[in-house]
């Protein structure tokens, strides 16, 4: 019996749903992925157990030599992976990433210059409810309505306008490659700092598939999970000069005990992220998010911007006659997990969007390629021309059922 099961049966009842969910459905959510049972492991291992405020040498607890040793290697391996002067390992996810560089480089007030959410870009940066909002005076750029694209020309605008004193790039729902090389000189132009949020594309980034923004930014930060395939967590690269200020707005600015189980699991990502391996998967990542949207194409669907350079897809299901919320129930029926997502100059309302966000991630993890992405795709059309069709939802179920049999998920060690 698993120690779980025989604690409490009523959670190892829910665990036991969620991995079947996932064994037997594909997961093409742009932000999820699966871990290694490495990393599973990392993070149920006895490292939970130790509270370490303060960093490596500077603690306030006693007994704190082996984890100082994790979280010096967890920064080591991050700064040789992205090529960074400086890393804060404990922020507990990219939101709060994002907040500890808002709070070391701005005060509340100062005026910033980043995506919009209804372009692309992310609840932190700046959405009216979300913190970043509340606390800053921010200002948005989007994409050109003819072709979808980052529109730098606004974005200069802006700049010129307000004078912010950052400017944050990167998106969680935009699928072409970002140019960090001319943000930056925007940037430099109008004497702003820069922010790159890479959480959508640190895997891509480590992988050689995207440029990198460290070069070109004065803070990077990201998440671990996504394109990273490690586990739910943040971390900030930053200029050495910058790394006090970090530090202390991530403690004791914003949090207290890092999270060392997760520490650990961020070093072993780092780590796998160095591999050949991983290479080779970023770029089979990007092949198969292009052989989907090739093929979605090729079945009359119109995708936000034409296509995708990275890992996600965006389809406007409302050119199809369908809402976001329809597409998204209907794909769930059969076995396909998306999520729906507004579009750029959405003309419905965000809980029940014009779009589905479609990703490459996990699906490419359990070993896929484009061969399985073109048949999924035609799946995914085919129960979009007719959504309301429960038998056409049951049968493309049990032929999901099968594929997944064929590229099982990694699963931990009970």
Known sequence: ??????????????????????????????????????????????????????????????????????????????CKLFGAEAANMQPHAGASANMAVYFAALQPGDTIVA????????????????????LYK??????????????????????????P??????????????PFDQISEICKRHGAMLMVDMAHISGLVAGDQHPSPVPWADFVTSTTHKTLRGPRSGFVLCKK????????????????????????AKALVFQEAMQPAFRAYAAQMVANARALAHELLEQGFRLVSGGTDNHLVLVDVNAAGLSGKVAEKALDHAGITVNR????????????????????????????????MRQIARWIGSILK?????????????????????????????
């Open 241 to 264: 000069d910058w790394l006090p200020k970090i530090n202390q707005a991530v403690f004791p600015g914003l949090q207290g005990g890092p999270l060392m189980h997760v520490v650990a």
């Open 341 to 372: 997502n507004g579009i750029p100059f959405d003309t419905r309302p965000p809980l029940d969007p014009s779009g589905i966000r479609i990703g490459s991630p996990a699906l490419t993890t359990r070993g896929m390629n484009e061969t399985q």
């Open 115 to 134: 995506m919009s959410l209804a372009h692309g870009g992310h609840l932190t940066h700046g959405m009216h409810l979300n913190f970043s909002g509340k």
């Open 138 to 163: 921010v200002h948005h750029y989007g994409v050109r309505k003819d072709d979808e694209r980052l529109d730098l020309d606004q974005m200069e605008s802006l700049c010129r306008e307000h004078k």
């Open 1 to 78: 019996m698993h120690p779980i099961e025989a604690s409490d049966p009523a959670v190892w009842k829910t665990i036991l749903a969620e991995r079947k969910r996932q064994q037997t459905g594909l997961e093409m959510i742009a932000s999820e992925n699966y871990t290694s049972p490495a990393i599973l492991a990392a993070q149920g291992s006895v490292l939970t157990n130790k509270y370490a405020e303060g960093y490596p040498g500077k603690r306030y607890y006693g007994g704190c030599e082996a984890v100082d040793e994790v979280e010096l290697l967890a920064i080591e391996r991050a």
């Open 386 to 414: 007719a959504p309301a069709d429960t038998t056409l939802q049951a049968k493309i179920r049990g032929e999901v059922d099968e594929l997944c049999k064929a590229f099982p998920a990694p699963h931990e060690h009970a």
């Open 165 to 178: 004193k950052l400017v944050v790039a990167g998106a969680s729902a935009y699928s072409r490659v970002i």
